[in-house]
């Protein structure tokens, strides 16, 4: 079972080493971000860790960032299984979601600041891309409330700190939150919203899946972490919200009022142009007597963005594959942890089971997500060991024979800077490249695996150095 509360979570990950604590005082207008950049861009995924600043300039919260999607591993602490369960995790969320329950009292409140005790100030929000972004940003899960069915939406929407009391969201047109905000704002009511900080992480990795509208992320969250999620009533609002958070910012939405938003440091790794986009006014925060601040990193892949949208995006796409179009001859799905799902890579294994099996295989998988390229592979490859996966196109897949191309492919997002936009659209193509075996394979060039194993004996003898052995060499040694 995943963890109560983000504290506990905390405290986990930092006894497998996956958070480090800096004691030092941090100003929180570059110094915070940047140091928060260097394990994304200079640790290999298998050691990075998350920061926990102590003691953030101008506030009294502490800050942390980067645990959550510091790696696999971090991820899968997070939600209190293995690596290897975490799609299957995923799908039994996604097929038996767990409705939260409502709380009366709640840790998230506390202290309730309204009235002149809101200042946004107060908090150690961080200036994430120092020189280039106007400001400080909040960046984490938000959730929403629709004014007709009362259904709620989580999902991350990074919002500019305008001043004390006032915040600019980026709530795209396409994201549900956008649309239950609207259901208010249409009637000219002031829409209500909450910005989640540090609640159990089942909350926040379930907020950035690309589920279907209508589905509420919350119930995906009770699914992940095994019970149901405890809600709270906002104390202005009626949103209700995870009761063992760290922190709640509340606010509304005011009817007609937007401001200036970016350009920010996305995570594709460029600067967002600006964009006009709604103001909301903060009502009140409420937070545990010694909260702790939480703020997802972005920017320059891989960042903790790109890694959590990543996983959370291919174990959706393995649901979809395996349980709703019935495709179970797929063992596995992974996306590459740069660019969150979206335009990036994803690789497949499977045991084809006629031909042309994989190639349909790709190209439906290339119409139900929003990868750019997709790469089929046996199930005997580790989709996750590079090494593995090119040895497999090298050694499996002829071009001519084997590549599908798709054209003419609509995209959603505008950061891709492969290609330009055209009187506002920007189209774009896909590549399926199927690499398994369609001949009969040669044999393979390794000793049998019981004389594999017995030499290790000796390599122990001889006092060289340990190793554990990677799934690539489990693989190809079942076979040898
Ligand atoms: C750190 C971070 C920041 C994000 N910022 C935004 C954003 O500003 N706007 C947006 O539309 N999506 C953003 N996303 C992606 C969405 O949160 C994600 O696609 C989510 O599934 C959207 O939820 P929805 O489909 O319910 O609207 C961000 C994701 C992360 C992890």
Known sequence: MSHR?????????????????????????????????WPYQALPNESRFGLLFEDVEGSEFPMATGVLGASRESYAVALGVSQEEINETWANALINPIPPVAVKTAPCQEVVRTGDEVKLSDLPVPTWTPGKDPGPYITTSVMTRDANTGNQNTGVYRTRVRDDRHVVINLNPRRHGHNQTNSWLERGEPAPIAWIVAA???????????????????????????????????????????????????????????????????????????GIKPVARITAITHRKDAIYYGFSSQMPPSESTVIQSIANAALTQKILRHDLGETSVHDVHFDLTFGGQ??????????????????????????????????????????????????????????????????????????????????????????????????????????KDMMMKALETWKEAGLPEFEIPKRAHLRLDRS
Not at 407 to 432: E, L
């Open 5 to 37: 509360s983000f504290r506990d979570f905390l405290s986990v990950a930092e006894q497998h080493g996956l958070l480090r604590r800096v004691r030092q005082t941090v100003d929180p207008t570059w110094e915070l971000a940047c140091l928060a950049r």
């Open 200 to 274: 159990e992480p089942a909350v926040h990795l379930a907020s950035v899946g690309a589920v279907f509208p209508g589905v509420q992320e919350i119930e995906i969250a009770g699914g992940l972490k095994g019970e149901p999620i405890e809600l709270v009533k906002c104390v202005t609002s009626d949103i209700m919200v995870p009761a063992n958070a760290e922190m709640i910012i509340e606010g509304e939405i005011l009817p007609g009022e937007m401001d200036e938003e970016g350009p920010f440091g996305e995570n594709f790794g460029y600067m967002s142009k600006p």
């Open 343 to 448: 335009a990036a890579h994803g690789i497949i294994s499977m045991t084809p089971l006629h031909p042309g099996h994989a190639k349909k295989v790709g190209r439906t998988t290339a119409e139900v997500s929003s990868l750019k390229r997709i790469t089929v592979v046996d199930a005997d490859v580790d989709i996750r060991d590079p090494t593995h996966v090119d040895w497999a196109i090298n050694a499996r897949y002829s071009p001519v024979r084997d590549t599908i191309l798709i054209d003419d492919v609509f995209v959603r997002m505008a950061m891709d800077p492969s290609t330009p936009i055209v009187d506002g659209v920007k189209m774009n193509s896909k590549i399926v490249i199927d690499a398994t075996q369609k001949l009969e394979e040669p044999v393979f060039s390794l000793p049998s």
